[in-house]
Every structure is written in structure tokens, then in C-alpha cells.
């Protein structure tokens, strides 16, 4: 974390993107501690000096990189809290979503994540209705993932689960919905319940193979304690998915590592942390 702070100025996506990475496997070690909120603002606070040099509109001549820092850099402000980006992306997102805006593909994906971070739920039903009425593959999945996936509320993200499985979802998008959804601090552990309850469907729907071993791990391996671990394996034990098994194995020495990390961590991460309250 002192390591991270110390690149505050940096002004490059490649830099940004492995920070960005970084950012993310400490966030899920923290995400149940009571200090994460002070972790949030830990994250505000690192891409400030970022964030004055980011605008959303794209620029002339721009490069591709910056398109992709932009979208980096104001997806982690809106996730992580920052109040300014998100009534901004909340601006664009209803003149989009009502006719009287357009908005560039490559800025949708952060819109609709920082939406989501305002949690409301006549943004989550906009955003059902936009991928009924989309033709676009890739739209889709921009507002299952990046949009319904986003949503900082158990209740929404409950339905965004059992839309992932829904008529109005491709199979193969399905996955990847689900996988965001767990990926999500709240999500976590509705994603492992609802997987749970849909076993049998999801192994007559997929069969042995690559979807079905992936979504195994997704939904398995973001959890924190020795406890969970020897959950996870017992479970898939008892209700064995075939070809998951490597799967099954790799997300539960996910969990040990990442057990055995905020146990090794958790005080000196709390004590550096503490500044930010």
C-alpha cells in the first residue's frame, strides 16, 4: 500500500492498469474487514492526482491508451465512492437511456458501472429494458456485467442472478454475468447460494467443459477463511461438476492463500490504513 502511494503521479495506463491489479487482489482480502471503509478512501485518495487529469469527454488525437485510462481511472472513482464522478456518469447515463443523449461505446462500460455505485433501483430496471431492446451483442454485456453486476445491493443483485439465467440471456453470457456478480463485495456470497440452488441446471446446461469449470471457480473462490476452504471442498465432494475438478482444487487454494495472507496482514494493513478514517 505505501508502495502504491508512491506512484500517485503516474500518468500512463500501463502503470495505472497494474496498479488497478493490484488495487483489486487487496480489495479482496478486505472487502469483510470493518476498516475497508477506510480502504475506500485509501483508493480515493491514490487516483486523485489521476483523476484532475482524466475528463470524460475523449480528446482530439487521443490514443487508445488514454481511452483505456480514462475508463480505468473514473470505473475505480465511481466504484470506490466519489460522488462527483457518479452524477456525472448518472447525467449522461438517463440522456442515453432516454433518447435525448448518445454516448460512445468505448465510455458505456464505465457509465453504467458508476450508475450501478448509486445502487437505485429504477437504474437497475433502465438497464433491464436497454438490454431487452439492444441488438448488440456486446451492448448486452456491457449491462449484465458492468451495469446489473455493479449494483451495491444484495436485493438487486439477487434479481440480476436470476435474470443471468432468464430467457433474455445467452447461455454463454450467463456465465460471465454470474462471475461479475461474485466478483461484487455483495455478491460474494448470494453468488455461491444461487449456484448452489441452480446445481443441477447449470451442470445439464453446460455439461463437462469450459463454462461450466469456470463458473465452478467463479462463484468458489473469493471466499476468506480455512472454514470456507474446507467448505467448498466438501461441497464439490459431495456434488461433483465433471471437468471442474482442477477448477475446484485452484479456487481452494485461492481461499487458504488468501486466508493465510489477511491473517499474516490484517493488523499491520489495519495500523497503515487507520490514517484514512
Known sequence: LKLLQAYKNED??????????????????????????????????????????IKWEEMEGEG??????????????????????????????????????T?????????????????????????IRMHRESDLDEEKERLTMHGMGSFPS???????????????VRAQDSV?????????????DIAWEFFREHQAFFKDRYGPGFLLSSLVKCVSERFLSEDKADMVEKYFAEHPMPGSERNVRQAVETVRLNAAWLTRDNTAIQSYLSQFE
Do not use: P
Open 12 to 53: 500512463t495506463y500501463i502503470v495505472w492498469n497494474n496498479i488497478n491489479l493490484a488495487v483489486n487482489n487487496v480489495n479482496t482480502i478486505l472487502v469483510d474487514q470493518d476498516y475497508y471503509s477506510n480502504f475506500k478512501r485509501f483508493i480515493l485518495d491514490l487516483f486523485s492526482v489521476i483523476k484532475s487529469k
Open 64 to 101: 487508445h491508451l488514454e481511452t483505456l485510462l480514462r475508463s480505468l481511472v473514473l470505473s475505480k472513482l465511481g466504484k470506490y465512492g466519489d460522488e462527483e464522478v457518479r452524477e456525472e456518469a448518472k447525467r449522461k447515463f438517463d440522456k442515453f437511456a432516454d433518447g435525448t443523449g
Open 103 to 127: 454516448l460512445k461505446a468505448n465510455i458505456r462500460s464505465t457509465v453504467y458501472t458508476c450508475t450501478a455505485a448509486r445502487g437505485e433501483a429504477k437504474d437497475f430496471d433502465t438497464m
Open 154 to 168: 444484495i436485493e438487486l443483485l439477487k434479481k440480476a442472478l436470476d435474470y443471468s439465467i432468464s430467457d433474455d
Open 176 to 188: 460471465h454475468m454470474i462471475a461479475y456478480i461474485a466478483n461484487n463485495s455483495l455478491g460474494r
